[in-house]
């Protein structure tokens, strides 16, 4: 199939901007590469100490028979569901390693928080930059320099880009990444969401709202929702990084078990009917990996968090992307998706009907994705267009996916629920913000309404608690950016402002905050850039001033007379306000974190 001229198009502008900075990278990772393997490099006393907690048949095999060796980067806790499963992962992956003469070594863990914990609470202050906490913490876990070649083990929102990131560092390593997988289907995520409604109305209480919350979250394995964690594991898909089809398969089944020996299989090379090296990270993530993985996104209706995500990710293998390559590739990519929030399935239903997998083969064939790809396995893209089963002994095989098992969650790219991506980028005189449009009801694209501003979502459900939100209105929540709090998820926002347009009022949000992968019905311009804190033209907006967010044209603009708008002086934050965003629960410890900070369009960046 011939490449889409827009994706051939979008892929040449972004290499060639990213020229110098990528052919920088490429030398590094070639230097690095280039060295003799560790254990032969290393100082005896360096070599002694790397192995003196191993077995001594295992010391045998690394420094006397030279086998390769893997080092393991585990993001587990049983603190996450999605996390918990990986537990035994490294005694899996262990015994496999030794089955092929290998051996492995958790090379380090590192650190993962849950957002469906802190949700809502001061601790989100800290969540966007555990990502870069985790790439730290996955260099620290590498930086022992012994490794022929890594394997990560992480899956939920900021752990998986904070893995990736660190990888990339260390891009001359082959490097598989494993997932845990979604628990099963409990209560549906539209039964949860009314619940939640309902609670913030006051009819139901507590004890309610508490049960269709565990109903619904009720086992070890990722959220069922198609948020930023399930966006992650469809991305890693779409750029060759796991072992084909590995991404929803529920944990605790046999299968699973045998996808992370495989994993282990794949990274030493040994992987398939007619194994071949597994190529460095470095070299499989280059510029049309990366469009492979916005394709994906775009055509599935994920997570808003990756047009901060993978900027970040790019950038850490020296290519240079923004939010006008994702614009421009949404007006071109189908969405061949409806998984909640953008539709009633969930992703265990997704998987059903063919998963992530059916998608991939899709895009290839309508000439939407990059075929000529290097990834973790010898088959290259096209293995990841199959599925994954075990046979009576767990022995692998993959067969060809079929037509989509449910169109009501999947359909061909010939037919699809829209013929374009199922996100935005907006620009006008607030500046430049993306939308999740692929949920939001046709006759709410375009809202035009009278604005209430608030400094934080404590704020915004005090008014509605009060009614004072009741009438169209499109909510403004400032100070919320990278470097003025670390730029939480604004979850709680969510069902008061789907009450209040399920009311039939005009109802929208605009922010320099997240509102990630679970964003809903409700319009909502967020990521906002120029933040508040840097003087961006949020800081200005006053009550009453009359906002239009249109998605179909694409802009955001606040209806003043220009003269007025310039001439007026943007808002500064309260001292009181930088105080508490800046203490408490260990946040003073990320102050250089919010300093540094880039802003969203560039990543959220703390590094460069």
Same mark, same amino acid.
């Given at each position: ?37 560790? *254990? ?12 003196? @907690? ?184 779409? *750029? ?17 078990? =045998? ?34 993985? *916005? ?73 939407? *994705? ?77 809202? =035009? ?142 102050? @250089? ?16």
């Amino acid at each position: 199939m011939t490449l889409h001229p827009t994706i051939e198009t979008v892929t040449r502008r972004i290499r060639e901007r990213s020229a110098p900075s990528r052919a920088a990278y490429l030398d590094l990772i070639a230097a690095y590469g280039r060295r003799e393997r560790g *254990m032969d490099r290393l100082g005896c006393a360096n070599i002694a100490h790397s192995v003196a @907690g191993m077995p001594s048949n295992d010391k045998l095999r690394i420094v006397v028979e030279r086998a390769p060796h893997i080092g393991i980067v585990t993001a587990y806790n049983d603190m996450l569901s999605a996390h918990a499963p990986l537990q035994h992962y490294p005694d899996l992956i262990k015994d496999e390693a030794h089955r092929l003469g290998a051996t492995a070594q958790v090379a380090g863990g590192v650190p993962a928080m849950c957002d469906g914990v802190t949700q809502g609470t001061p601790a989100m202050d800290l969540s966007l930059f555990s990502r870069d906490v985790i790439a730290m913490a996955t260099a620290v876990s590498l930086s022992h320099d012994v490794f022929d070649g890594a394997l990560m083990l992480g899956v939920c929102d900021k752990i998986v880009p904070g893995l990736l990131i660190g990888a990339l560092h260390f891009g001359h390593l082959p490097t598989v990444f494993v997932p845990a997988g979604p628990m099963t289907s409990g209560l549906s995520n539209n039964a949860k969401a009314k619940v939640r409604e309902q609670a913030a109305q006051g009819l139901v209480g507590r004890a309610e709202l508490l049960e269709a919350e565990m109903s619904a979250y009720h086992a070890p394995g990722t959220c069922t929702f198609y948020g930023t964690a399930n966006s992650n594991q469809m991305l890693l898909e779409a *750029m060759g990084l796991h072992v084909p089809g590995t991404a929803f398969v529920n944990p605790g089944r046999p299968l699973r078990q =045998e996808l992370t020996r495989e994993a282990a299989r794949t990274v030493l090379g040994r992987a398939g009917q007619q194994p071949a090296p597994c190529p460095p990270i470095g070299h499989v993530v280059d510029e049309r990996a990366i469009v492979n993985a *916005m394709v994906a996104l775009l055509a599935t209706g994920g997570s808003t968090n990756h047009l901060i995500h993978w900027v970040a990710v790019a950038r850490s293998a020296g290519i240079v992307i923004d939010w006008a390559d994702f614009s421009e590739l949404s007006e071109v990519v189908p969405l061949l998706a409806r998984v909640y929030p953008n539709g009633s399935a969930d992703v265990n239903q997704f998987q059903a009907a063919g998963g992530p997998g059916y998608v991939i083969r899709e895009l290839l064939d309508a000439g939407l *994705m990059h075929e000529d790809v290097l990834t973790v396995r010898p088959g290259g893209i096209r293995e990841y267009t199959r599925l994954p089963e075990g046979d009576e002994n767990h022995r692998l095989h993959w067969t060809p996916i079929g037509a989509s098992a449910d169109d009501s969650v999947l359909r061909p790219a010939s037919d699809p629920f829209s013929a374009t991506g199922g996100l935005k980028v907006l620009t006008g005189n607030l500046g430049r913000s993306v939308i999740k449009v692929s949920a939001v009801p046709e006759d709410r694209h375009v809202i =035009e309404a009278p604005a209430r501003v608030f400094d934080s979502q404590a704020a915004l459900l005090e008014a509605f608690h009060s009614g004072s939100l009741d009438g169209d209105v499109v909510c403004v929540v400032r100070w919320q950016g990278p470097r003025a709090n670390g730029m939480p998820e604004l979850h709680k926002l969510t069902p008061p402002l789907a009450v209040l347009q399920g009311k039939g009022y005009r109802v929208a949000l605009v922010t320099d905050g997240r509102m990630s992968g679970a964003s809903g019905k409700v319009p909502a311009a967020i990521h906002l850039v120029p933040e508040a804190l840097d003087g961006g033209p949020i800081a200005k907006v006053r009550d009453g001033d009359l906002i239009r967010l249109d998605s179909v044209a694409g802009t955001l603009q606040v209806l003043i007379d220009p003269v007025e708008w310039e001439a007026r002086q943007p808002a500064q934050i309260s001292r009181d306000q930088a105080i508490d965003s800046a203490h408490g629960l260990g946040r003073e410890l990320f102050a @250089g974190f919010r300093r540094n900070a880039m802003g969203a369009e560039e990543g959220a960046c703390t590094w460069v």
